[in-house]
T-cell receptor, first 115, second 108 residues
Framework: DAGVTQSPTHLIKTRGQQVTLRCSPK?????VSWYQQALGQGPQFIFQ???????QRGNFPDRFSGHQFPNYSSELNVNALLLGDSALYLC??????????????FGNGTRLTVT | QQPVQSPQAVILREGEDAVINCSSS?????VHWYRQKHGEAPVFLMI?????EQKGHEKISASFNEKKQQSSLYLTASQLSYSGTYFC?????????FGGGTRVLVKP
């Protein structure tokens, strides 16, 4: 049973560039969330996708955008990269029954470094 | 509002017990607990629901105190494998808001 897979594992970009991160959810899951985790901190919610629509968004600027495909996989796009965007980006999937009683299954993340 | 975890770090000898607290300024309905080892993804431990029972995972258990708006995670007879950073997450809408984490180091 494949878990959540993310690609790439590491990425180095220059300030001002754009980046796309990819995620395939755990088999059977239809809801994908993205989190940003700075070093030594807890994950911060970016947004959640269900049925190819953004269902909820955290306190992140419009430079952060996403997409969900019919096969439930998802992309996170970040434009005009800033040094402060350097972080571990985690994708998490779950069943759409709701966050109150559904655990999140996390991928191993993409480590983004902006120089 | 981010939940507050305490302590920020704890060092244990194998076999010792520890308690990690997660406090919220808002009413709690659902609290998740995850453990993240260095360089790895957070792994789900358990969910506590308002009005629900105390949960357990191996020798790790948790409780939910509605009046105090707090959840506590209990590490009992700790094992070396319990080392890692523990995060609580409070559920609201469609998202989890995570605390800052508690680093746990279990030594032989």
């Amino acid at each position: 049973d494949a878990g959540v897979t993310q690609s790439p594992t590491h990425l180095i970009k220059t300030r001002g560039q754009q980046v796309t991160l990819r995620c395939s959810p755990k088999s059977g899951h239809d809801t994908v969330s993205w989190y940003q985790q700075a070093l030594g901190q807890g994950p911060q919610f970016i947004f959640q996708y269900y049925e190819e629509e953004e269902r909820q968004r955290g306190n992140f600027p419009d430079r952060f955008s996403g997409h969900q495909f019919p096969n439930y996989s998802s992309e996170l796009n970040v434009n005009a990269l800033l040094l402060g965007d350097s972080a571990l980006y985690l994708c998490a999937s779950m069943l759409q029954t709701g966050i109150y009683n559904s655990p999140l299954h996390f991928g191993n993340g993409t480590r983004l470094t902006v120089t | 509002q981010q939940p507050v975890q305490s302590p920020q770090a704890v060092i244990l000898r194998e076999g010792e017990d520890a308690v990690i607290n997660c406090s919220s300024s808002k009413a709690l309905y659902s609290v998740h607990w995850y453990r993240q080892k260095h360089g790895e993804a957070p792994v789900f431990l358990m969910i506590l629901l308002k009005g629900g029972e105390q949960k357990g995972h191996e020798k790790i258990s948790a409780s939910f105190n509605e009046k105090k708006q707090q959840s506590s995670l209990y590490l009992t007879a700790s094992q070396l494998s319990y080392s890692g950073t523990y995060f609580c997450g409070t559920a609201a809408g469609n998202k989890l808001t995570f605390g800052g984490g508690t680093r746990v180091l279990v030594k032989p």
